[in-house]
C-alpha cells in the first residue's frame, strides 16, 4: 500500500518566548531575555507549513501547550487563583516561574518517537511522548502532548501509544530529533537510526565533558523494545561528545536523513565507519547516499549557528529531494557554498528551498526542529484526525486566529500578565474546535 511522510509541525504557541532555559543550547544561550514576537513565530511556522503543503507534500499541524502552566506550579506548591498563582511564583521563584512559561512544545521533532506500521511487528503505527527528562521546562511537555497525540491518532486497530519512559537522567528521551529512519519507499520496511549522547548505566564509555548528553543509549533501547521493531534493522550509534560539548545538543543539529539519504557532518558521530558499515549492512543491497560534509568545507561552529543539518530532506513528487533551510544558511559564506556545489553533486538532493524561521531559530529551533515526522499509509491516513491536515481553508483559518489572539511582542514581564493566561486559554479553546481534538487541555479538563 501507499505511504506517506507526513510532516506534523508544531504551532508556535501565544507565549512563545526566550527565557535562555537550555544549557547545551547556543542559540537558548544567547537570546535569553530578549523580546520575542509570537504572532510572527507563528506566521512565519504556518507559511513552512503551506508551503511544503504546495509542494505537493503531506502536512499536518500539532497544537501548542498551555503555557504559563499553572497547573505545575500550583504542583509545586503555589496557591490561590491563578492570578495569584503566577504572581507569587514570578516574585518567590522567578526561575522556576519562566521554566512554566516556555513555548517549547512548538518543536515538535522532540514531541515524540514515531515507528510506522511497516517497521513494527504488530503492524500498527507506535507513537512514544518523549519525557524531555533533561530540561524541567520540557519535562512537563509529555502529559498533554500525549493526548494530543492520542486524540489526533486515536484508532486503535492502527495506532498503539506507549507511555512516556520514566523520568529522570536514566532513561532521558529527546523523541524523533535523535531518531531517522530509512527506507527505499516510505511503505516499505526501514531502517530505524538512532542516535544517543551516553551510555546511562555505563560510565566506561566517552561522555560530553561540558553540556548534557539529553538521549541515553538505554532510552533508545527502550524505544525500539516498545515499538516491536525489527532488531536486524535497527541501528544505535552514539553521538560524538565533542560536538555535543559545541552546543549540538540533539543529533539533528548535526545530521538528518531521508528515504536513502544520510546526510550528516563529519564530526557527528563517535565512530563513523562504523555507523556506515551498520547501516548498510541492514538497508540491504539498494543504493544508500553518506553525503559526509567535511569540516574543512563546514566547520562545527557553523554547522551550529546556520543549522544547515537541521534542515528538512523531503522527497517531492519526481522523487528528487530538496533541502528545507533555515534563512541562517544563506547568510553563511561557508554553507552557502557548501549547498551550492551539494545540489550539483551526484546525490539525490537537487534543491535548497529557504524559509524564515528566525523567532524559532533564536531559541534553537531550526525547521526540522519544528516538525515531527509521521509516515502513514492511505488507510491510516484516513484513519487519523482530518482536521489537522494542512489545506488552503485551514491555512487561512489559522491565520486569522493568530490574527486575532497572538500579540506581537512578549517579555518576561508580560508573562506574568493575567490577561495573558486568558488570552491563551481563550485561543487555545478555540483552537481544539478548529482542529476538533476535543479537551485536550488541563484548563479544559479541570475549568
Ligand atoms: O530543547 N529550546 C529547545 C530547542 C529544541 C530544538 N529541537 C530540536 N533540535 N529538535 C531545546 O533546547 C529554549 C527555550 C528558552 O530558552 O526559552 C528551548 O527549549
Known amino acids: 500500500m501507499k505511504a506517506f511522510e507526513v510532516n506534523f509541525d508544531g504551532l508556535v504557541g501565544p507565549t512563545h518566548n526566550y527565557a535562555g532555559l537550555s544549557i547545551g543550547n547556543v542559540a537558548s544561550l544567547s537570546n535569553a531575555a530578549q523580546a520575542s514576537n509570537p504572532r510572527e513565530g507563528a506566521k512565519q511556522g504556518l507559511q513552512k507549513m503551506k508551503a511544503l503543503h504546495d509542494l505537493g507534500l503531506k502536512q499536518g499541524v500539532l497544537p501548542p501547550l498551555e503555557r504559563p502552566d499553572v497547573f505545575t506550579l500550583r504542583q509545586l506548591g503555589f496557591t490561590g487563583s491563578d492570578e495569584q498563582v503566577l504572581k507569587r511564583a514570578y516574585q518567590e521563584a522567578p526561575q522556576v516561574f519562566v521554566a512554566t512559561c516556555s513555548a517549547s512544545s512548538m518543536w515538535t521533532a522532540n514531541a515524540c518517537t514515531v515507528s510506522p506500521s511497516a517497521d513494527t511487528q ?77 551510555y546511562a548505566f555505563d560510565n566506561r564509555h566517552p561522555a560530553p565533558q561540558v553540556f548534557p548528553a539529553r538521549q541515553t543509549f538505554e532510552a533508545s533501547q527502550a524505544i525500539a523494545r516498545l515499538h516491536r521493531l525489527d532488531h536486524h534493522k535497527t541501528v544505535f550509534a552514539q553521538q560524538n561528545p565533542e560536538v555535543i560539548d559545541q552546543g549540538v545538543f540533539h543529533n539533528d543539529v548535526i545530521a538528518v536523513g531521508n528515504q536513502n539519504v544520510l546526510f550528516y557532518h ?73 549547498l551550492a556545489q551539494l545540489v550539483a553533486a551526484d546525490t539525490p538532493i537537487k534543491q535548497v528551498k529557504i524559509f524564515d524561521v528566525k523567532q524559532s531559530m533564536k531559541n534553537g529551533g531550526g525547521p526540522a526542529c519544528l516538525r515531527q515526522r509521521v509516515v502513514l499509509n492511505e488507510q491510516e ?45 481563550t485561543a487555545l479553546d478555540e483552537l481544539t474546535q478548529i482542529l476538533e481534538i476535543g479537551s485536550v487541555y488541563p484548563f479544559q479538563q479541570n475549568p
Open 266 to 338: 563529519e564530526q557527528a558521530f563517535l565512530d563513523t565507519a562504523q555507523v556506515k558499515r551498520d547501516i548498510s549492512a541492514a538497508y540491504g543491497e539498494h543504493p544508500f547516499y553518506f553525503v559526509e560534509v567535511p569540516t574543512a568545507e563546514v566547520s562545527v561552529k557553523s554547522a551550529v549557528s546556520s543549522y544547515l543539518f537541521n534542515s528538512q530532506l523531503v522527497t517531492l513528487e519526481d522523487g528528487s529531494m530538496a533541502i528545507i533551510a533555515p534563512g541562517e544558511c544563506e547568510e553563511n559564506a561557508e554553507v552557502k557554498a557548501y
Open 381 to 425: 491516513l484516513t484513519h487519523c484526525n482530518q482536521q489537522v491536515l494542512m489545506s488552503d481553508q485551514l491555512f487561512e483559518r489559522l491565520n486569522t486566529w493568530v490574527d486575532k489572539h497572538y500579540r506581537d511582542t512578549m517579555s518576561e514581564q508580560d508573562l506574568v500578565d493575567p490577561n495573558l493566561l486568558v488570552e491563551s486559554r
Open 122 to 198: 504488530d503492524r500498527r503505527v507506535h507513537f512514544t511522548a518523549a519525557n524531555l527528562a533533561n530540561k524541567f521546562h520540557r519535562s512537563i511537555e509529555a502529559p498533554t502532548t500525549a493526548r494530543i497525540l492520542q486524540s489526533i491518532f486515536s484508532n486503535q486497530d492502527y495506532f498503539a501509544h506507549h507511555q512516556p519512559l520514566p523520568l529522570g537522567d536514566h532513561f532521558g528521551d529527546e523523541g524523533a530529533a535523535n531518531h531517522t529512519r530509512f527506507c527505499q519507499t516510505y511503505g516499505d520496511a526501514g531502517v530505524e537510526f538512532f542516535v544517543f549522547g551516553k
